[in-house]
């Protein structure tokens, strides 16, 4: 299981039980070209070490996302599909979805109010 990452202006640490088919990553703090590394790290982590295949990223707490932040996720989601699995967007603040619908990512990925929604979008699906 990849390790909670954190410093004083950005944390991301997987928040679903051990054992669940999906992950859950929760983002808090500001995602910039100075903790970005970090975070490329534990998804690098989550995804060729341990597996996992079904990822739910949950925003709620997370105040910035640069560009830095958001080339980790484009970085990311074609490895994670060719591997049969996908990546969910849930719980952004209005001021960050605004940022990310102007860049057209509501084209990449599936985006959802909630992390309930983004689970239950996982479950309906064989992906």
């Known amino acids: ?9 950005f944390t991301v640490r997987e928040a679903s039980a051990a054992g669940d088919s999906i992950t859950i990553i929760a983002l808090g703090g500001q995602l910039d070209a100075h903790t970005a590394p970090e975070f490329e790290r534990f998804l690098e982590d989550v995804v060729r070490d341990d597996g996992k295949r079904k990822l739910v990223l949950d925003f709620h707490g997370l105040e910035y996302i640069s560009s830095a932040g958001l080339g980790v996720l484009m970085g990311l989601i074609e490895e994670v599909r060719a591997a049969g699995g996908d990546m969910k967007l849930a719980a952004l603040p209005e001021k960050i979805f605004h940022v990310l619908d102007l860049l057209g990512f509501p084209m990449v990925f599936q985006i959802f109010p909630t992390v309930a929604e983004a689970e239950v979008a996982f479950k309906s699906k064989s992906v």
């Open 1 to 9: 299981m990849a390790e909670e990452k954190s410093n004083t202006r």
